[in-house]
């Protein structure tokens, strides 16, 4: 997740420029999964109101409650690790917010 | 096997460490041991307070009756949490930025600092928490009943169990939860039990689970098909309460008086949301993973008719796991106690900030001046406020009969607390929002709630079964489960459905139509945009450079010396050997009492929230600090003003004082000039008449000389008596000027006339007719005075052996200038600026007068509005007479 | 046996009429009507007694005085003063300043008379 080392104090400006963006780009990259993962939690969470129930007036036979639990047990796993990622991901990129020193004092500095 | 016995010890001895874990941590907190007490870790188990008995053991039950619809409670706070960034933070950004106590703190100073809308809050607060309070008595005395009745010996008595058990409960919360009032001086203790009775409860339901499934059950597979096989083995949710309860759960989630409490204002720091954000899901995740299978097998093995509620504990009980069972037990009054503390907390807060303190307030009559007597009062109130809670709690358990009533409490209460969330969203994040608007969404919200869900969930006696069969009034769209007649619905679905809907439309609708005012507004726009207002968040953590930043304030406030005296002091006192002290809050209280003793103390608040606290300056604080300034600037504003009229009035005094002695020395000389010019010709008088009188042998021409003197020195009398007459009239102003029209060569004429009577024509006068020829507007009289004394003047001391005077006209404008020049040496530079002044002569030998002519030409000048001066370096004495109000130069040769 | 008298007076009058008493009365008078070399006036002259104005173009008596008992010899001189503006306060200075006798102006030609015979008589008995 971190940009490529920089080559050399020759190339310090470009390297600069050029990580800056990168980490810029990334960090709106942030921002948008951040504001996609409630909304496909939500979604991934709202697949089992279309399952069928075991009332007659239904069609298709009901889902069994051992693919249910692991429908929603892999969903909510998967949001976890997710979660997890964008947690790195922000200790790592908004470090403005972390307090943190950015992890390779080269990109910021040459 | 004296398990009940057991039981009990074993339940005292955990409270008993529970108290030495709260204790422990608060004297560490105090001293800043440990670092790990503010750790994420201790803040994503600290938000596990939300796993309540209700889900500890209800969620089996739940699981037993409805399948998987039991792990929507715990979906929605995990969508909660990974949404962290956009929502949690901002919420937990503005807690500590406006110092917020409570969600109805959060809500009320949104909208103001409207205390109505806190009152409301809290109220729905209370009644929504209480029952829920009676929810967690009732779990744990369920389960010491299913000790009991396992127990041969069954002594057993639910009543009391459940008042030791309350009271124990209030004696801990407030030990732990009202030592200090100070909001940023959190409850390190409560919080680190808590964190342990989280451990607790995850470890318990995972140990029964894990011995349902791989010691009754055989494994995974095995499992999966006796759920299978089950009666719950089928999709079987309600699809609108799948999303209506996810919903629910996310709103209390945030909304909940002790979420709030652990979330927001036990919050260390801001940053420990990144880690809770995947943590606290996955705490969720693990504690309902075994539920369905405990569910299904104690379904399957547990005889007909046992309560699926107490599956946690009565399996292991019945497969003989006595250990596993205590276990699961401790779990469950983990989780009810942990719940019940911080409820109790978190309402007591409300209870006194916004019920008992204005009410108290009120009462006394006078402004809410923080004193230490107030402070003694709220922490006062608090504790009584926490008995009176669990007491309440108490009464609702005792007197519902502690029966099935208390499970539907969960959803209700969910649902009522939920009414906050649309006022607490838009205040988040609409900066349109109102006061109004929320007081009325809130109440509407309330009502319904009231009306279609806890009526007739729970209070079947007060709301009539015709009520809800035909509606209010009999009013068929007025049915309580049926709102406009929207028939067939789930009960909770329409409840939530119809009062979050009317709740937030009459929120907006209000909050468009009324005007916030002023503190609304730039409440609003802080709350709104809290991040462009505080900085960056900065946990107690990174607190060297903090300190820092405090030592250099300090210094320019209190003054170099002053500041290093101090900390070193408070360094001593922490027994800390770094170079500053930390700033513990103990620490930035004192330090804010000391540097309000100069900068005023909200003044001193605000600098030291800014740079230790992290927190923005809250409208509040900037009014205080402006009516400060204020104060000041209006007090030395008043000094300066003070001290500048006193330099004026001395000023005054002591210019008033100069002219005085001045004016005193000048008539003293004055008089003594007088006196003095008066005298020297009497003196001569009296000693020739007393020679002419006593002297024998005179001769005639010496009787006829000495008598001559008498004679001139009385005629000199006689002039110096005018004279002083003279300038005496002019000086006071008495003298009538008589203004008229004539020629300037008349004048001069007459003057000249006048003047050289008598010196036998020694005099050469020169003068330029020509010029003469002026018409002016004087007083022709006085003029010819001043002409005359200086033509007299030329007369006596001109020392030139062939006196000449020449009269010299110009005219510039309407002014006309006279020079007297006449062909002697002049005035010696040094007595120039003298001649005009009293008595002053230059050679005083020649002196016929008494000195006072020239002043008495530069009164007169004055008085006509000219001048007379004397100009320099010319050869010989020059006099310029300045005459005003010359109206035309007639042509030569007319008059 | 000196009857020798020095009249520093501006005055021309006043002058004349001290001069023509004190000359009927068998002294010596030399006038001179200026204050700035006045000391070196009565030093010159080593006159038995001195009178002196007040008022004088130059120097005022006071200074002449105070000059005049600064140099050695002239500690004891009679002086005999006459002040036309006869305040109380040159009279302290006079005295000050080592006058033998303060008059004020206007007096009777007998007073001057007395007083200048009485300060001779004092000097020769002192």
Redesign the interface.
């Known amino acids: 997740m971190s940009p490529a080392p920089g080559s050399g104090a020759s190339q310090a400006g470009t390297d600069q420029a050029h990580s800056q963006e990168r980490r810029s780009a990334l960090r709106r990259r942030l921002m948008d999964i951040s504001k996609l993962l409630p909304a496909f939690g939500m979604l991934l969470f709202a697949v089992p109101m279309l399952w069928p129930t075991g009332e007659p007036a239904q069609a298709g036979d009901p889902v069994a409650m051992s693919s249910a639990i692991r429908y929603v047990f892999l969903v909510w796993a998967a949001l976890i690790t997710l979660s997890f990622c964008f947690s790195l991901a922000v200790g790592q990129w908004a470090s403005h917010w972390t307090g943190k020193k950015p992890r390779r004092r080269r990109d910021g500095s040459g | 096997m004296a398990s009940l016995n057991a039981l009990i010890l074993v339940c005292l001895a955990y409270v008993v460490v529970l108290f030495g874990v709260a204790f422990a941590a608060d004297r560490l907190a105090a001293r800043r041991g440990a670092r790990w007490l503010g750790s994420p870790l201790i803040y994503t188990l600290s938000l596990s307070i939300y796993c309540t008995a209700w889900t500890f053991y209800g969620a089996v039950g739940y699981a037993a009756r409805s399948g998987l619809e039991f792990i929507t409670i715990y979906l929605g706070p995990t969508l909660v949490m990974i949404g962290w960034w956009w929502g949690l933070r901002k919420l937990v950004r503005i807690g500590r930025s406006q110092r917020v106590t409570s969600i109805a703190d959060l809500i009320s100073a949104r909208y103001g600092k409207s205390n109505l809308l806190a009152m409301g809050v809290t109220i729905l607060a209370v009644i929504t928490v209480t029952p829920y309070i009676a929810l967690q008595l009732q779990s744990i005395t369920l389960s010491f009943g299913a000790f009991a009745e396992a127990d041969p010996s069954r002594n057993y008595n639910d009543t009391t169990t459940v008042f030791w058990v309350t009271a124990g409960l209030a004696v801990f919360a407030i030990l732990f939860g009202t030592r200090n009032l100070d909001v940023n001086e959190r409850h390190h203790g409560v919080v680190t039990a808590i964190a342990l009775e989280a451990v607790v409860k995850l470890v318990a339901l995972l140990a029964v689970g894990i011995f349902v499934v791989w010691g009754i059950a055989g494994g995974f597979g095995d499992a999966m098909a006796r759920i299978d096989a089950s009666e719950i083995g089928e999709w079987q949710v309600n699809s609108s309460r799948w999303a209506v309860i996810t919903f629910l759960s996310a709103a209390a989630f945030v909304c909940l008086p002790r979420m709030f409490q652990v979330m927001v204002v036990e919050n260390e720091d801001e940053r420990h949301l990144r880690i809770a954000a995947w943590a606290f899901p996955l705490y969720l995740m693990l504690i309902s993973i075994f539920v369905v299978p405990i569910a299904a097998i104690g379904l399957d093995l547990m005889p007909a008719g046992a309560n699926p509620d107490l599956f946690v504990l009565t399996l292991p009980l019945s497969q003989g796991q006595q250990g596993l069972a205590m276990l699961s037990f401790l779990g469950g009054f983990s989780s009810a106690t942990s719940m019940v503390i911080v409820a109790a907390m978190a309402l007591s807060t409300m209870v006194s900030n916004h019920i008992v303190m204005p009410v108290w307030l009120r009462a006394r009559g006078d402004g809410a001046s923080v004193s230490g007597d107030v402070r003694n009062i709220v922490l006062y109130s608090r504790r009584v406020s926490i008995a009176v809670i669990m007491a309440l709690g108490y009464f609702y358990y005792v007197l519902s009969g502690g029966g099935a009533a208390l499970s539907a409490i969960g959803l209700v209460s969910f649902t009522g607390i939920a009414q906050i969330l649309p006022a607490l969203v838009g205040g988040l994040y609409w900066r349109g929002a109102t006061r109004s608007g929320a007081l009325a969404g809130l109440s509407v919200g309330f009502c319904l709630w009231v009306f279609t869900l806890l009526l007739p969930e729970l209070g079947s006696g007060l709301l009539t079964a015709r009520v809800i069969e035909q509606g209010l009034f009999g009013l068929g769209w007025l049915r309580p489960q049926a709102l406009f007649g929207i028939e067939g619905l789930d009960p909770t679905v329409h409840a939530v459905m119809w009062s979050l809907i009317l709740n937030t439309g009459v929120f907006v609708c209000v909050s468009v139509a009324s005007i916030p005012n002023a503190l609304e507004r730039l409440q609003g726009a802080q709350f709104v945009n809290v991040f462009d207002h505080s900085s960056a968040p900065r946990g107690w953590t990174g607190s060297v450079a903090q300190c820092e930043d405090l030592m250099i304030m300090s210094q320019r406030i209190l003054g170099a010396q002053e500041a290093q005296a101090f900390f070193q002091r408070e360094l001593l006192r922490q027994g800390g050997r770094g170079p500053l002290p930390e700033p513990t809050p103990t620490f930035l209280e004192r330090l804010e009492r000391e540097l309000g003793g100069s900068v005023g103390a909200a003044a001193a608040h605000a600098m030291i929230g800014q740079i230790a606290g992290g927190s923005s300056v809250s409208v509040a604080d900037l009014m205080a600090v402006a009516d400060e300034t204020a104060q000041i600037l209006e007090y030395s504003s008043r000094l300066e003003h003070q001290s500048a009229e006193l330099n004026r009035t001395a000023r005054e005094l002591r210019e008033a004082n100069g002219k005085l002695t001045e004016i005193s020395h000048q008539k003293d000389a004055f008089l ?1 000039q007088v ?14 008449s ?2 002419l009188r ?2 024998d042998g005179l001769s005639a021409e010496e009787g006829q000389r000495y008598a001559s ?1 008498i004679h ?2 009385a005629q000199r009398l006689t002039r110096l008596l005018n004279d002083l007459l003279d300038l005496s009239v002019l000086e006071n102003g008495q003298v009538s000027v008589n203004i008229a029209t004539g020629n300037l060569g008349d004048v001069l004429d007459k003057a000249l006339a006048s003047a050289l009577t008598g010196t036998a024509g020694k005099l050469a006068v020169t003068r330029d007719r020509s010029q003469e020829d002026v018409v002016i507007n004087s007083d022709l009289d006085r003029l010819a005075q001043v002409f005359i004394n200086l033509i007299a003047n030329a007369c006596k001391y001109c020392d030139s052996p062939d006196p000449a005077l020449r009269i010299s006209i110009a005219r510039h404008g309407t002014v006309l200038w006279v020079d007297f020049i006449d062909n002697g040496s002049g005035i010696p530079a040094g007595a120039q600026r003298m001649v005009f002044e009293k008595f002053a002569r230059v050679n ?2 020649k002196a016929g007068g008494a000195g006072l002519g020239l002043a008495i030409c530069r009164e007169i000048m004055q008085r006509l509005g000219g001048d007379i001066r004397y100009v320099p370096d010319r050869p010989g004495s020059v006099f310029r007479v300045t005459v005003p109000n010359v109206t035309e130069l007639k042509n030569s040769g007319t008059s | 046996m000196g009857r020798h008298v020095v009249l520093i007076e ?5 002058t ?3 001069r ?2 004190l000359t ?1 009365d068998g002294w010596q008078v030399d006038t001179h ?1 200026d204050g700035t070399d006045a000391v070196e006036v009565i030093l010159n002259a080593a006159p038995d007694l001195v009178i002196l104005d007040v ?1 004088l ?1 130059g120097k005022s008596g006071m200074e002449i005085l105070k000059d005049l008992r600064a140099v050695a010899g002239m500690e004891h001189l009679p002086v005999l003063m006459l002040t ?4 109380a306060r040159d009279r302290e200075m006079a005295e000050k300043a080592g006058v033998s006798r303060f008059m ?7 007073e001057v008379l007395t007083a200048v015979r009485d300060l001779h008589a004092q000097a020769k008995q002192g």
């Open positions: 003594s006196s003095h010019e008066l005298r020297t010709p009497m003196t001569s008088i009296r000693a020739f007393e020679i006593d002297a003197i001139d020195e005083p030998e | 501006d005055e021309p009058n006043i004349e009429a001290i023509f008493l009927r009507a008022m173009p036309a503006r006869g305040q004020t102006k206007p007096f009777s030609n007998t």
